[in-house]
């Protein structure tokens, strides 16, 4: 897009005002999915971006020449120059991320019987979700490098348009297989188990919880890897579900994909959780910098062809590939687990990336080369660990509204550094990635602050009702991960409460 943009005659103003647009509708597009009924929405949402591709397909075949990769400058009318804005900004609508992630806990959970069974599955289907993902996004940057080498803009948008007619068809066969299981399951099993869950152990009874920790303890894979993942009680959740009352509210929520009305703003989520939100807008940092920027910069300093352009983001988001793959081997996961417990793999994942930024000043082609492999491939895993983060700490009635906003303050991220990378590229080619760079890394103390203050934090409650001597306290210092502390001390603090305090929160 920048390179297109640069080509037609944009100054680096108006190149960092079209990536702006088009960042900002993918942050519109994910604001939109944080309630409601996420299928249909993606339905319009994708066919927004159809039309967008049909615009700029329409722009490059009325020329002349087609806008083409070269230095020669080309002069486009008003309205073509518009409209070429409007395709680039609808483009954007494409981002359905959110409806990904939620479509995925849906079928998981609805695929299986027993605990056990459901929460194997989710993990496996987070993992093989996201490993698609990337492969997905090397194989758009290499076709993308090579359709726009070989037959220029209307190329590109032509694949684009197809790609968006595909998913507008899978989405719609989703929707009908969904309306069928739900169908044949019955409303009343429905209701109880199109959800996936996440840990909430104030809604399950004290019996549940005693067999849910001893499996816990008991299972040597559980006390080995931090994936407490999609998640423990997960399943209770929803068993305890047809206990409740079948109250209007919880009955149109589960209809729509969310307990929550709209407008309303969940007010269970722990500070961490929110931290962990903001967290997703300056991992996109760097990555936005490099989206927006960085064929531009190739193409600008070192003459690069578009085909070696796409190869090169395609090797990047390759590695991350690669290393999701191998995790869906349950050893591996075990090993990396152990050697780098969570939160502290996120931790090392964004210092990576902050150095990687750094590099860039050096304007040396195989340092910058490697250094940006490498910030894909760590960006890859550090949005998968934040996702698996945020998902096994965070209440399911609120999933969908915080999930929604880690996606809209991740293009936040994307739009502010889209914004100022191609003006601060006018001083030096690689300050922009020198301020991604630098931000990232402040955010990672903050963030490693964060994580010993919550953790402290979570065993000064359980001393204190508990005691330091106590078996809870010793089975809670026991847990290495930030996930596993989060989980063991809920269900530990739940244990405390009065029987009369949790038959209120179960009715409510």
């Known amino acids: 897009m920048a390179i297109v943009l640069w080509k037609i005659g944009f100054s680096f103003e108006a190149i960092a005002a079209g990536i702006c647009g088009y960042q900002t509708m993918r942050g519109v597009s994910n604001s939109i999915q944080k309630k409601g009924n996420l299928q249909k929405r993606s339905v319009y949402l994708t066919f927004g971006a159809l039309v967008g591709y049909t615009l700029v397909a329409w722009v490059d075949l009325s020329q002349d020449s087609p806008l083409e990769a070269s230095r020669d400058a080309v002069h486009l009318e008003t309205r073509f120059v518009l409209a070429l804005l409007v395709g680039f900004g609808l483009v954007g609508l494409s981002e359905i991320y959110t409806c990904m992630q939620w479509m995925c806990k849906h079928w998981a959970f609805l695929a299986t019987d027993t605990i056990e069974k459901k929460v194997d599955y989710c993990r496996l289907c ?196 690669v290393e999701t793959f191998c995790e869906l081997n349950s050893q591996v996961v075990n090993i990396k687990r152990w050697l780098f417990p969570n939160p502290w793999a996120l931790i090392i994942l964004l210092g990576v990336i902050g150095v990687c930024d750094l590099t860039y000043m050096s304007l040396s082609f195989w340092p910058v080369a490697v250094a940006q492999i490498i910030m894909q491939g760590c960006n890859g895993m550090c949005v998968s660990l934040l996702t698996e983060i945020q998902g096994s700490i965070i209440d399911a009635d609120h999933y969908q509204y915080v999930a929604g906003i880690s996606q809209v303050v991740r293009r936040v991220g994307n739009v502010g550094m889209a914004a100022l990378a191609p003006i601060m590229y006018m001083v030096h080619p690689g300050l922009p990635f020198l301020i991604a760079g630098i931000l990232t890394l402040v955010w990672m103390v903050v963030l490693s602050v964060a994580f010993v203050r919550r953790r402290k934090e979570i065993e000064q409650q359980v001393a204190e009702k508990w005691g330091i001597e106590s078996d809870k306290f010793a089975r809670l210092k026991a847990r290495r991960s930030f996930i596993a502390g989060e989980c063991e001390a809920a269900t530990i603090m739940q244990q405390f409460q009065p029987q009369e305090q949790q038959d209120q929160q179960q009715q409510q």
């Open 126 to 321: 987070f993992k093989q979700q996201y490993c698609i993902v990337n492969l997905g996004a090397a194989v758009a940057f290499f076709l993308g490098g090579l359709v726009f080498n070989k037959f220029a803009l209307r190329g590109v948008a032509i694949v684009g348009a197809c790609d968006a007619l595909i998913v507008i068809a899978l989405l719609v066969l989703y929707i009908k297989l969904d309306e069928t299981v739900k169908t044949r399951m019955g409303r009343a099993g429905a209701d109880s188990s199109d959800h996936v869950e996440a840990i909430d152990p104030i809604k399950a009874t004290d019996s549940m919880q005693a067999n849910i920790v001893d499996s816990m303890m008991a299972d040597d894979s559980m006390k080995s890897t931090d994936s407490i993942k999609v998640l423990i009680v997960d399943a209770i959740k929803a068993d305890v579900s047809k206990k409740a009352t079948d109250s209007t509210k919880a009955r149109t929520g589960r209809e729509h994909g969310s307990s929550l009305h709209e407008g309303e703003v969940p007010k269970k989520v722990p500070w961490i959780g929110w931290l962990i939100a903001v967290t997703f807008g300056f991992e996109a940092a760097s990555i936005g910098v490099l989206l927006s920027i960085g064929p531009l910069f190739w193409f600008d300093n070192f003459e690069l062809d578009v085909f070696y352009i796409g190869l090169l983001m395609s090797l990047g988001e390759f590695v991350g590939f």
